[in-house]
Each structure stands twice: as structure tokens, then as C-alpha cells.
């Protein structure tokens, strides 16, 4: 499945927050710890996420070490 959103007016780092939803092919939410569980027992799994920005930074243009746009793991740590 693949979801587009228009996002506009956030300028801040890390301003921006987009939880994202697993549905079964039915529709049906899915529960996180469940979809974990399948992950951890399986030998390949993989997940895609994009992004197409205009003018949006992904590291301090001056500092590299400053993360300014990043996802979060299925525990809440932020990765780059």
C-alpha cells in the first residue's frame, strides 16, 4: 500500500510528526506488537518509506552532527 501527504508550513527541526498505521488487506488496523512479532520470527522483512521534499534539509547545512529530519524505530529511537 502507498500513502502520499502534502505537508507545508513546518519549518522547524523535527517540527513535523506523522504516525504511521499498519492495516491488514481488509482494512482492518493493525496492532503494532503484533506486526513486531511477525517481524522477529521472520527471516526477510522490509519496509520502504520516501520522501520527496522541496527545499527540506536532512542535516544541518553547517553542522553535520545537527539531525534536522529523521524517523523514528519501532521503539521511539530517532534514525537518520
Known amino acids: 500500500m502507498t500513502a502520499e501527504f502534502l505537508v507545508d508550513g513546518y519549518e ?3 517540527e513535523y510528526d ?3 498505521y499498519y ?3 481488509d482494512g482492518q488496523t493493525l496492532d503494532v506488537t503484533a506486526i513486531m512479532a511477525l517481524v522477529d520470527v521472520s527471516r526477510d522483512c522490509k519496509q520502504e518509506i520516501s520522501w ?3 527545499s527540506a534539509q536532512i542535516n544541518h547545512h553547517l553542522r553535520a552532527e545537527f539531525v ?5 524505530n519501532r521503539i521511539g529511537d530517532p534514525v537518520s
Open 12 to 14: 522547524g527541526a523535527c
Open 18 to 20: 506523522k504516525p504511521i
Open 23 to 25: 492495516q491488514s488487506p
Open 52 to 54: 520527496t521534499c522541496n
Open 68 to 72: 534536522v529530519t529523521y524517523w523514528e
